[in-house]
């Protein structure tokens, strides 16, 4: 298992530099000056000044050497200096991304209790208008687009009915509906997982053994049929974590939430290299690591999985 863990972690290293790779030959190739675009005033746009800024930055050495000092200070934990405030990364996107955990962790709760709930009816009553139901809602909420589907919300639950703050302002009120959002369309993908596992698991022999025996539908529910159907509910949802924080994006920009996902956004519009770096390199990181905890979670559930 040990042995596991550091192989994964080692993973991690390789993931990010490729990613990070990538990313830097990409915004390297990008048309745009940004300390040109960023700097707004008469003097920044001098030539001089820019030029200045340029060697301030590191901006005016070749590809490779930008990234070769990048990943000197990643190991360091430093994530380079952001170019329209002058603060270390790190300290900026700390807190936005303890605000994009926030609203993640507050989404996987509705995404696991909705989605589980809506599954378990399904199943148990297969065919029915409760299965009919619940199909037909999960499969619209899967094709509706979440930007569309945020507006939708916003426009009924704050616009029409005044329940929820139409400016985020960090309490839990403000929470509630984004993290609705974020959830939906994943919650509608663990109903259909969770339903379609059930059924399967349902028609194991020795669930109709635990029902020939006469033990109670609760205990043959729980112990038999749950169990054994929650496995790949917990891979998708664990992986469904990492995935909201990049779907955070659109939902953040939407409800105006002080996230990681937001702050990608102004930083594009801002050509703020090092804040769309540091945003990846973080995301990234958080996915891989997320990916090992769900795999140790896969081995816990079924003792019969063994990681070498």
């Excluded at 340029?54 to 190991?75: C, E, S």
């Amino acid at each position: 298992m040990g042995r596991y863990v550091v192989r994964r972690l080692g993973q991690l290293v390789v993931v990010v530099l490729g990613a990070t790779l990538v990313l830097f030959a990409c915004l390297f190739v990008f048309p745009g000056d940004p300390v040109g675009q960023i700097a707004g005033s008469d003097k920044a746009r001098d030539p001089a000044v820019i030029e200045q800024l340029h060697k301030q930055y590191g901006l005016d050495k070749p590809l490779v050497v930008q990234y070769g000092t990048y990943v000197g200070k990643l190991a360091t934990g430093d994530l380079g200096q952001d170019y329209t405030q002058g603060r270390p990364v790190t300290e900026i996107l700390a807190p936005k991304l303890a605000n994009t955990a926030k609203l993640a962790v507050v989404a996987i709760v509705f995404d696991v209790f909705i989605g589980i709930a809506a599954g378990v009816i399904a199943a148990m009553r297969r065919y029915s208008v409760w299965d009919m139901t619940v199909t037909f809602t999960t499969t619209l909420a899967i094709g509706v687009p979440s930007i569309v589907l945020g507006m939708i919300m916003q426009w009924v639950f704050v616009i029409q009915l005044g329940w929820f703050p139409l400016i985020s302002d960090g309490t839990v009120r403000s929470l509630i509906l984004p993290a609705f959002t974020l959830a939906i369309i994943d919650a509608a993908l663990v109903a259909q997982i969770a339903r379609s596992t059930m059924l399967e698991v349902m028609g194991a022999d020795y669930v109709k053994t635990a029902v020939a025996k006469g033990l109670p539908r609760v205990t043959v529910l729980f112990r038999h049929i749950m169990r054994n159907s929650v496995i790949p509910v917990v891979t998708y949802v664990g992986i469904s974590f990492g995935t909201l924080l990049g779907g955070a994006m659109i939902t953040e920009t939407i409800f105006n939430w002080d996230g990681i996902g937001l702050a990608l956004v102004n930083a594009i519009q801002q050509n703020n290299n090092p804040i769309i770096v540091g945003v990846v390199t973080i995301s990234v990181a958080v996915f891989v690591v997320l990916n090992l905890i769900v795999d140790l979670l896969y081995a816990a559930l079924d003792p019969r999985i063994r990681l070498a």
